[in-house]
């Protein structure tokens, strides 16, 4: 069975700052996507990433796939309260067809 | 995640009774899969159905549990003789035919099930 781990489990900062948030596997994942939940809503999908050591950015947050495709990270700059919530990662299981899914990251942003 | 229609949002159960779920895949897209989730917990593929077919089903529990997909009409998710720890958030996810590994889903909001 593939793993996904996420760390830290909990993050609260204040507006403004920095942070990077991880998604870790034992196991190698032909692609890894980010999403983010809100309270009472559905995960939206933020990016896919595919290659190994693939860098993608979206406006202040910036993804990277690790080189052995094992793990990824998601940093973002200057966060915003707008930015609170469950992030996800979602990697594709050894059969192609689902995802499984981290525990996430809770976020929370303090104004 | 506008397209992905689930209903009802909440929905609240007696121990015993029956809860059945609803999904309306995106236009277009074929594949529906369902997810519960825990508080505080993420998500737990539960099963994989494409139109008229269950193509992997590996994450249901073996009884109380049933999906469907016909060929008109939603997904369907049924929990029989409901009991507390059924009580979760439980998600419809579609996909375009064809496997999702590099453009990923598109949820629903999800039904809350709340089983009393």
């Known amino acids: 069975t593939q793993l996904l781990e996420q760390s830290p489990q909990f993050l609260s900062i204040q507006e403004g700052e920095n942070l990077t948030v991880y998604c870790n596997s034992s196991?190698?994942?032909?692609?890894l996507q980010w999403y983010r939940q809100e309270p009472g809503e559905g995960p939206v999908l933020l990016v896919t990433v595919v290659t190994g050591g693939e860098v993608k950015k979206l406006k202040r947050l910036t993804f990277q796939f690790g080189d052995a495709r094992k793990d990824s990270s998601l940093h973002i700059t200057a966060a915003q309260p707008g930015d609170t919530g469950l992030y996800l990662c979602a990697g594709v299981d050894n059969y192609g067809q689902n995802f499984v899914f981290g525990p996430g990251t809770r976020l929370s942003v303090l104004p | 995640n506008a397209g992905v229609m689930q209903n009802p949002r909440h929905l609240v159960r007696r121990r015993g009774q029956e809860a059945r779920l609803r999904c309306s895949p995106m236009?277009?897209?074929?594949?529906v899969y369902w997810y519960r989730q825990l508080p505080e917990e993420g998500l737990k593929f539960m099963v994989y159905?494409?139109?008229?077919?269950?193509?992997?089903e590996s994450g249901m529990p073996k009884e109380r549990f049933s999906a469907e997909f016909p060929k008109e009409g939603p997904s369907i998710l049924r929990i029989q003789q409901v009991v507390r720890g059924d009580s979760a958030a439980y998600f419809c996810?579609?996909?375009?035919?064809?496997?999702?590994?590099?453009?990923?889903?598109?949820f629903g909001s999800g039904t809350r099930l709340t089983v009393v």
């Open positions: 196991s190698v994942f032909s692609s």
């Open positions: 996810a579609s996909s375009s035919p064809g496997p999702p590994i590099n453009y990923g889903y598109t």
């Open positions: 236009k277009g897209h074929s594949h």
């Open positions: 159905l494409q139109k008229e077919n269950i193509i992997d």
